[in-house]
């Protein structure tokens, strides 16, 4: 079964580097997401992206937030200077349309992210 | 605005007996509406979608949902819990629009017992 997969499942990283969390969605999918949930609290939404551009974004996305899609198959997030506040699981999602039916979306595994 | 919420942060029931977990949505429009599960350290897997069909929708593991628009909920379901089930259940409302972004409720933890 096709499923969203997500690079890598823990990173460690120091505060003020940049990291970059990959996703590769679903083949067919044309709307990618990432949402982020910082532990003990609800699962946030950051960002929807279709057709290379950014389609809706939270107050949490700021400059500090980046997305790509590099090439026909991986979602990039990047953070550029992380913050001890940036410690959450970020979890990728696809879907295959934006708008009327199969707009669900399909979750990754999610890459926990450790800011120290 | 969307938005859901799940009224209990936890529940316990014992093995073999049904589960309710409860959820009641605010959305000025006709919503869609999803629940997910989370296991440990595991991702978000999708148990279930309602889209304006069918009011009583069913889901993966014998989980169902029925959408009643007159108490604004959206409870789930299941008639006898299994010990496999014990995880964190979302209840998600899709806000209108192309590409729109999902609001999660607070999440419910089902426990279950022997």
């Known amino acids: 079964e096709p499923e969203v997969t997500q690079t890598p499942s823990h990173q460690v990283t120091q505060m003020g580097q940049e990291v970059i969390l990959r996703c590769v969605p679903i083949?067919?999918?044309?709307?990618f997401y990432w949402y982020r949930q910082i532990l003990g609290q609800k699962v946030e939404f950051l960002v929807s992206f279709y057709n290379n551009e950014i389609s809706e974004k939270s107050e949490i996305f700021d400059d500090q937030f980046s997305v790509e899609r590099p090439d026909g198959s991986n979602f990039t997030l990047k953070i550029r200077s992380t913050k001890l506040e940036d410690s959450a699981m970020y979890f990728c999602?696809?879907?295959?349309?934006?708008?009327?039916?199969?707009?669900?979306?399909?979750f990754g595994q999610g890459t926990r992210l450790t800011v120290v | 605005a969307q938005s859901v919420t799940q009224l209990d942060s936890h529940v316990s029931v014992s093995e073999g007996t049904p589960v309710l977990l409860r959820c009641n949505y605010s959305?000025?429009?006709?919503?869609?509406l999803f629940w997910y599960v989370q296991h440990p350290n595991k991702g978000l897997q999708l148990l279930l979608k309602y889209t304006s069909a069918a009011t009583l929708v069913k889901g993966i593991n014998g989980f169902e949902a029925e959408f009643k628009k007159s108490e604004t909920s959206f409870h789930l379901t299941k008639p006898s819990a299994h010990m496999s089930d014990a995880a964190e259940y979302f209840c998600?409302?899709?806000?209108?629009?192309?590409?729109?972004?999902?609001?999660f409720g607070t999440g419910t933890r089902l426990q279950v017992t022997l």
């Open positions: 999602a696809s879907s295959e349309a934006g708008r009327g039916v199969n707009t669900e979306a399909f």
């Open positions: 998600v409302v899709r806000h209108t629009g192309t590409a729109s972004k999902l609001t």
């Open positions: 959305s000025s429009y006709s919503p869609s």
């Open positions: 083949s067919n999918h044309l709307y």
